[in-house]
């Protein structure tokens, strides 16, 4: 494929993985109906049936990363990728905690939105203020932020495995070894360490395969891949440990890559707000849990309307966000800038 062609296919199932996200955040079971519980139908659609499909979100978000950092690495290449994600990353990853933090404080102290946001006496001090920047605490989404960042941060030390042929081999040994063991690793999540890197193992090793044409072989590549993560996420429902999960989280994206056809999208199929993913993954929450609360308030109890509410969530955060992002552009660049990372 193109290098047009590439950046197409990034933007197009960026976009769908951060649908997943909205909908990943969009359950409200147990806002609607906390009487179920687990056993109700509307719990099991959103939890387990739904999001058997929506947890590959982030481990695709983690290997397309991987996959673009290293993408035609070199050492040298290294400081100036490390001085754009300060500006991509660090900088917005900083910003959106501390309107998190700031909002949550204020919220804490105005009777009607502190019971809306279940927020109440959130100190404002300076270790408050750091922990909120640098840990996430008010803005608990920017988990995936956190690992990004700390894996842009160990980039070397992966480029080190995957320069060679017996580094990717041995990395891929130690990765067989983490996964059986699945020890407990404080800070950096084992898995985010296994999406990033295999994605970057895709791009120095295997960039022949992932950058070929579509072809029906990719088409029944892919589709074996997901036939094999359904079965593995079966055999998850049963054991309910870490393992299979893993393995159907890096199949799922891997698949869904192999079956997607670059030629599907035209020169003028991306849309606008395609383009706005880190946007919207850092604001569609605020989105998603204010429509909630809202709409349960005079839907109380109803569950065919919490179904509905659930599915067409995307639609809602996207459009939001969407219109949101143009207003800042619009009439505030700079504070846009910053809060999109210098993205558009």
Known sequence: MTDAQFQRKVTWLSFLCCVLVIWNHAGNADLFLPGQGTNGFLWRFEYEYAYSVIRADIPFFLMISGYRFFRGFELKKLPGKWFRRVRSLLVPYLLWNLLYYAADAAASRIPLLSEITGRTGIPVTAEEIIRAAVFFTHNPVFWFMFQLILLVILAPVIWIFLRSKAGYLVMLAGFAVLWYVWPAVPVLNPDALIYFSLGGMAAVRFRNVT??????????????????????????????????????????????????????????????????????????????????????????????????????????????????????????????????????
């Open 211 to 344: 950058e070929q044409a579509w072809s029906i072989k990719q088409l029944l590549l892919g589709c074996a891949s997901l036939a094999a993560a359904a079965a593995l996420y079966r055999y998850y429902r049963i054991v309910q440990t870490p393992q299979p999960i893993v393995l159907y989280s890096i199949l799922v994206p891997a698949g869904l890559w192999l079956v997607f056809n670059e030629r599907w999208i035209s020169e003028d199929g991306i849309r606008p707000w395609m383009k706005e993913t880190f946007f919207i993954y850092a604001f569609h929450f605020v989105v998603v849990r204010a429509v909630n609360k809202t709409v349960v308030r005079i839907f109380p109890g109803n569950g065919i309307v919490a179904a509905i509410l659930f599915t067409v969530m995307p639609l809602i955060a996207v459009a939001v966000c969407h219109g949101l992002a143009g207003f800042l552009r619009k009439n505030v660049p700079p504070l846009y800038s910053l809060l999109n990372g210098g993205r558009g």
